[in-house]
């Protein structure tokens, strides 16, 4: 036998089954032990080791005790197998020598909360330390932060608090179409001004019928004897047969199941009435417990908790009033953590505040920060184990509650990781003072030459005594652009330069109405930015997925038009039943003309075959039984079946097809076509390939990477989570593979480019930003201007400039481009299409663009024609006659001794020449005639004798009030923008008649 038909084949050692080795310096070279000998063989960690040395062996371990109690923290655990979650459900994650919570060990540098949740749903961005945290509902300041993770946590207006009870929504529009932490539907009750659990009693207008009791909740009943809305668990049908059926029966779960388990009846008036498949909760809510010593339902106290009952988390689990005895032979109630004996009872007191066991004095304490008993203390690690208001503290030997100013702090306390003050401001230690330091602007270098220097600092900084920017730095007729400058998105364009965003009443330009300071929807209808509601749709909108893309929360009407989304009984034509308020799918009855809820939720091996994705179901995800992950599948080894999976032809090489059964079996040697009896015998199957139960089954999906046959192995045969049925990488994911293990396969986002166009929608030479959305690099031999393609539509004559900011390279990095479009005809509605080359940019992963081709609407540009622009070069012409004349008039006055009149010419001209700054978009042939006003501009003589150098000078090296004349300038342009914008309209309008009357 030769060495790859020995590692092929299967053998029998002691009726078992093995699996063959070759091993080239033994007398018989082909066995069952893997190792040739016992010294090869690392120390055994696990069954598979010990098998392979001695297909009869397996593992064995001792050990005094196997379980143990979860620790409060992930360092607390010293070895992997326990590193996986805390008491308080933190998950863990073991980097190799310690264990860390698995938000630390982010395999990416997080810019955002979405990123953190994407990577753990129990994650949060830590904005301190550019990492991720472990979710604290309290510290997500933006409603669209706290949205990411709306099923812990909800925006109550002013901040972001977790889901609790319906009193938790403290306005009418929080607590409609919320539910409270049990998932009961909440209701908002006018009367009281509170928001309450909805129950089938407490409907706010009186009932008629039993439709009007139903939609108010579901499966209530209508009494005609009271008119009232009642809950009847009788009317439950035979299906519900458990408790946790007749429970979900009303959402505010007041069934359980009837004692003969064929109906649902109201629950127990009190624990004791109730029998053993009843004896969950009274009719007032109080839990019961069964007692299988006197075999009667009590009501839950923790002293009943007797019989195996052995540590805390038992006894909590079963009633959180309830923690371990210090007997460990039962439960008792929660008390002060000083009271408690032992240290398997100190975990929480009466209150549900964390209890702290001091090893050194061997009692239990309520946890504060000064119980903190780390390996390393740091102000980071302190933060983790008792909030941010916990620190370091001086010796760096424990922890203490922090300063209300850094300059509390001392050196090592400052220069601590994470270190901050009690206002959550970072701290830094400032060389030049010798002293701790809040970290902000204003105490940035002293010496800062350049704004550079002042964002390493701290990056909303500014030179100028560092400043923070504000949105008034920032000058983008988009308000795209505007949103990007700060996370919040609290600027909006004015059309001209960013300014603070308002409510959409406010807003009067339509480049800034795209959504308000809350971030609600804007729309700009007859000249006016309002609220973008499902009723200021157009009428034209007839489509579900016009109305759906205008708003996610509307549908269309039968006239046209939006309205919200309903309960799918409500609405009353075919095209507007698609999706119902709470987002469960609807179904049109085309024979009854009506529409109703479709809740049944179909997947594959429910046995049903419920979609055209699924040729088959069986019920099952067997393999090879005629239907697997719901598509036809031949029996194993046959290459073609009919109906019934009777096999025609079976592969030649490994099986022979058997008439009888129609089945395909294993060939034992070449020269038999059945099996025998010996028990030597040799069972030889394809590559990657296993004997179980006399058959050839492929190894993949076995969960041990073979790197000769696969990719990747993660364990099952399914396809779309990164490792296929084929055990081959799926495009979009990255697999961590290690010989003879178990592959993780992680979904990889692909990197997008993002165009935006910055200049105004009507200027002729329009500006766009070109960037992308993670660090990306060129393809080695390409160069940008050979893969991407710029095209305009219609076909117009233009100029357009690629202005490389940041050029691509083939190293990873953020390139960033600037395109310039100039029109040179009239053109309506352009549209620049852009196409990149496929494969040519990748990311750090290999992964290309997610898309290569994207068009953005550029507007309508206003282009002059020929004609219109040689009349403003001659209405040009004789303004600068004109400005030139009166400036020699200006100088002859001067020179006659009539300063006061030469003043007077001198201010009106330069007045005239600041009316182009005003706020108002001028027309493009307008602005060239105001340009001509800057040749009596005074700047480029004070430029040329470099006063503003002298002055500065003279003042320490800053110009004195820079700022502040600035902003007296614009207030003063703000203030007389009309009356000169009256005034020079005048002007411009006799100079185009006196140019007529010459010509």
């Known amino acids: 036998m030769t060495q790859s038909q020995c590692e092929s084949s299967y053998g029998i050692q002691n009726s078992v089954i093995t699996k063959c080795f070759w091993c080239a310096i033994n007398a018989t070279k082909c066995s069952n032990n893997k190792y040739c000998n016992s010294s090869s063989m690392t120390s055994p960690k696990s069954h598979q080791d010990c098998n392979d040395a001695d297909s009869m062996n397996t593992i064995k371990f001792s050990s005094s005790a196997i379980c143990t109690i979860k620790k409060s923290n992930c360092f607390s655990y010293t070895y992997e197998n326990a590193c996986v979650s805390t008491l308080t459900g933190v998950d863990c994650f073991w ?94 009750n006018n009367s009281t001004s509170l928001c309450l659990e909805k129950t089938c009693l407490n409907i706010p207008t009186a009932p008629s019928n039993n439709s009007d009791c139903y939609n108010w909740l579901a499966n209530c009943q209508f009494n005609a004897n009271n008119n009232q809305c009642v809950e009847d668990c009788n009317l439950a049908d035979d299906s519900f047969t458990t408790h946790d059926q007749c429970e979900s029966y009303y959402a505010n779960k007041s069934c359980t199941v009837k004692l003969d388990i064929i109906q649902c009846v109201d629950l127990p008036i009190s624990c004791e009435l109730a029998k053993k498949t009843q004896c969950y909760l009274d009719r007032v809510g109080n839990q019961c417990f069964y007692q299988e010593s006197t075999q009667k339902c009590l009501l839950l106290t923790c002293s009943i908790l007797v019989t195996n009952f052995t540590s805390h988390e038992q006894c909590n689990e079963k009633f959180k009033e309830c923690t371990i005895n210090h007997t460990l032979n039962g439960c008792q109630q929660l008390n002060d953590c000083n009271n408690y004996l032992i240290q398997k009872q100190c975990y929480f007191d009466q209150s549900n505040n964390q209890c702290e066991w001091i090893m050194s004095e061997n009692k239990c304490t309520i946890k504060g920060c000064s119980t903190a008993q780390l390996i390393q203390y740091t102000a980071e690690s302190c933060h983790q184990y008792f909030g941010d208001s916990c620190t370091v503290n001086q010796n760096l030997d424990g922890c203490e509650i922090g300063q209300t100013l850094c300059m509390n702090y001392n050196y090592q306390q400052c220069t601590s990781n994470g270190q901050m003050n009690l206002s959550r401001v970072d701290c830094f230690w400032n ?119 205008y708003l996610p929360y509307c549908t269309v009407k039968q006239d046209g038009g939006c309205a919200r989304k309903q309960s799918c009984q409500d609405y009353q034509f075919k095209e507007a039943c698609q999706i119902d308020k709470e987002d469960f799918e609807c179904i049109w009855d085309i024979h009854i003309n009506k ?151 992680t979904f990889i986002q692909q990197p997008i480019f993002n165009l935006i166009l910055l200049s105004d929608r009507q200027n002729q030479t329009k500006i766009l930003d070109l960037s992308f959305s993670q ?69 750090q992963y290999d992964l290309d663009l997610q ?33 030139y004349t009166t400036a020699s008039i200006s100088g002859l006055l001067l020179l006659t001794g009539n300063w006061i009149v030469f003043f007077n010419l001198l201010d009106l001209l330069q007045t005239l020449s600041y009316i182009r700054y005003m706020q108002y978009r001028f027309p493009p042939h307008l602005r060239q005639f105001l340009d001509t006003y800057t040749k009596i501009s005074l700047k480029p003589i004070l430029d040329q004798l470099k006063v503003d150098e002298f002055i500065a000078k003279l003042n320490g090296g800053t110009l004195p009030n820079q700022q502040t004349n600035h902003c007296f300038k614009l207030v003063l342009f703000n203030k007389c923008q009309r009356m000169l914008l009256l005034l020079h309209y005048f002007h411009y309008y006799l100079y185009y008649v006196l140019s007529n009357i010459l010509k």
Not at 451 to 456: D, H, I, K, V
Not at 470 to 480: K, L
Not at 509 to 528: E, L, M, R
Not at 810 to 835: A, E
């Open 595 to 745: 529409c109703f809820s479709n809740q049944c939720i179909d997947f594959c091996g429910d046995g049903i075959v419920s979609s055209q994705d699924e040729q088959c179901d069986d019920g099952n995800y067997l393999p090879y039984d005629g239907c697997y992950n719901c598509e036809y599948q031949c029996s194993l080894g046959c290459i073609q079946c009919e109906k019934d999976n009777h096999c025609v032809q079976c592969e030649s090489q490994s099986f022979y097809l058997d008439t009888q059964s129609f089945q395909c079996k294993v060939i034992v040697s070449q020269d038999e076509q059945k099996p025998d009896e010996d028990e030597n015998q040799y069972i030889e199957c394809g590559q990657n390939k296993a004997i179980i139960n006399n058959e050839c089954i492929t190894l993949c999906g076995n969960g041990v990477l073979d790197s000769n046959f696969e990719q990747c192995d993660d364990g099952n045969s399914y396809g779309g989570d990164g490792c296929s049925s084929f055990c081959i990488e799926e495009d979009s994911y990255k697999c961590i593979n290690q010989e003879n293990k178990l592959s993780s396969c």
């Open 95 to 188: 980097n190799g020598s310690y264990c860390i919570t698995k938000c630390e060990v982010v395999t990416f540098i997080p810019t955002s909360h979405q990123q953190c949740h994407n990577w753990n749903s129990n994650c949060m961005l830590n904005g301190i330390s550019s990492s991720c945290q472990f979710l604290d509902c309290s510290q997500l300041y933006l409603d669209s932060d706290c949205n990411i993770y709306a099923t812990k946590c909800f925006w109550n207006g002013v901040f972001c608090q977790i889901i609790g009870d319906c009193s938790y929504y403290s306005t009418e529009t929080l607590c409609s179409n919320n539910k409270n932490s049990k998932g009961i539907p909440c209701f908002w």
């Open 851 to 883: 898309t290569h081709k994207k068009e953005i609407l550029l507007g309508t540009p206003l282009v002059l024609s020929l004609a219109t622009q040689e009349r403003t070069n001659q209405v040009i012409s004789m303004n600068n006659a004109i400005i």
């Open 431 to 549: 060389e030049e003072k010798s002293m701790c330091q809040e970290r902000i602007c204003a105490n940035g270098p002293s010496n800062a030459s350049s704004n550079s220097e002042c964002t390493t600092f701290l990056s909303t900084c500014l030179k100028g005594d560092c400043r923070k920017k504000e949105c008034f730095d920032y000058y983008y007729e988009n308000d795209s652009a505007c949103a990007a400058t700060f996370e919040d998105k609290r600027c909006a364009t004015n059309g001209i330069h960013c300014v603070l965003r308002m409510k959409c009443e406010n807003v009067t330009s339509i480049n800034g109405c795209t959504f308000d300071i809350n971030q609600n929807p804007c729309v700009w209808i007859d000249k006016k930015c309002i609220n973008k509601t499902c009723q200021t749709a157009h009428l034209s909108l007839t489509k579900y997925e016009q109305c759906n893309s």
């Open 775 to 843: 660090e990306v690099y060129l393809q080695a031999g390409l160069h940008f201007e050979q893969i991407v393609e710029f095209a305009i539509f219609p076909e117009i004559q233009f100029i357009l400039s690629v202005v490389p900011l940041k050029n691509i390279t083939s190293q990873l990095s953020n390139p960033h481009y600037q395109i310039t479009v100039q029109f040179n005809s009239p053109v309506t509605d352009p549209i620049l299409k852009i196409n990149i080359q496929q494969n040519s940019i990748l990311n």
